[in-house]
């Protein structure tokens, strides 16, 4: 059995937080960029990552209650927040 890489695992992480938010009637969700600072993966690499994950969600799910997501950056992170913007 394969296991699922760190990428993988980001993905169904957000996606199974946006489905329980989905169930809890939730209408925004907030994420941090998760394996950036132990993990020390890179952050625009966990950005492009999260935000597909939630377009995905979105297109499967059109009719979720959540209707904003946001993400936590540092404003240094420039970078970052450029690859959000582009997905």
Known sequence: IKKPSLL????KVTTDCLDL???????SVLFS??????????SH???????????KFN???????VKKTKFVLYPKDTHVIEVIYLV
């Open 8 to 11: 993988q695992l980001l993905e």
């Open 21 to 27: 938010a989905t169930k809890r009637n939730a209408r």
């Open 33 to 42: 960029a998760m394996g950036t600072g132990g993990l020390k993966y890179p």
């Open 45 to 55: 690499v966990v950005a492009q990552h999260m935000v597909q994950a939630v377009i």
């Open 59 to 65: 297109e499967k799910n059109p009719k979720t209650t």
